[in-house]
């Protein structure tokens, strides 16, 4: 189960302080260690991001791993136990920012492909790699726009596993096989300001959208299916008023979030909301954004490989599951490509002191090369 390369290779990506949307020179490290290999490298910058696209063999099927270089800032430096881009090892687990989310995971992939090449260096199939340095951003430059230029070459693939950490207690402990659809909406709900001591005279949006409120976050939006849970819908900004104590405000914005499933479409969200909000009389306007689709992988080639990958290296048979938010797996379902994801816990992602056991780190070598053996040998 030792794998001291793969350790090794994660440490060298965490002390790349690789902040989103920046590098720092972890996609030329992999860059190096896959043409060893014998992929075939390219490098697709877009704006300020940096993405490349690598890949061994011609003829299909095609295998994608995918993943990302940045990670998220680090928080109160003084809350860490050691700095955050100094990766240490201590009682066991490997410490420093992007650990977890998602460096392991990209050192994984790279050593099980260097291990499965020398193994079967004449292969069947493809295996490629998609990687970028704008998932923990906006998510506009990085993997959407790669697919965009793979989607005009007409390249395919047909599986892929992203490397986020999936597991939630042990190492393959759960593989996402679809994630749920994210639409936002930026709502401003119109009032008249005017003297808190005459409210006949204005219009408080805050009162009218009280009930409104309400009836938006107990609405039963549908009851999921045997693959997705139900949809779900969240305010996470808003914000009424002058500043004045005095004054009945003149309008209010708020943010919502509405994770959706597959019995539901941005259509028939939006006239839902449009009712509740008709329905208490509310004068508003909404501008919606959609972050990803719904996608689901159903049983075959890919999530049976995955599945007998995990349980030759932990015997265990793992859980699959839809939930959780989104990731740039939504991006790649688009060409039609079987998705799951699978790697190490989540439980520190995006926390101060961020850390991966080193165990699961070997574990998650094993499984890859267990899935390629599955795949191709």
Known sequence: MQTPDTLALTQELIARASVTPTDNGCQDLMIRRLEAAGFTTEKMNYGNVENFWARRGSEGPVLCFAGHTDVVPTGPLEEWKSDPFKPVVRDGVLYGRGAADMKSGLAAMVTACEEFVRLHPDHKGSITFLITSDEEGPSVDGTKRVVETLRARGEQIDWCIVGEPSSESEPGDTIKIGRRGSFSGRLTVHGIQGHIAYPHLALNPVHSFAPALAELSTHRWDEGNAHFEPTSFQISNITAGTGAPNVIPGELKA?????????????????????????????????????????????????????????????REPILSTGG??????FIATLGTKVVELGVTNATIHKVNEGVPVAEIAALHRMYVEVLKRLFA
């Open 255 to 315: 943010r919502f979030n509405l994770r959706y499933n597959t019995e539901q479409t941005q259509d028939s969200l939006k006239r839902q909301v449009e009712a509740i909000l008709d329905k208490h009389g509310v004068r508003h306007t909404i501008e919606w954004y959609v972050s990803g689709e719904p996608f689901y992988t159903p049983p075959g080639a890919l999530s049976d490989a995955v599945t007998q990958g995990v349980k030759a290296v932990t015997g």
């Open 325 to 330: 938010g989104t990731s740039d797996g939504r």
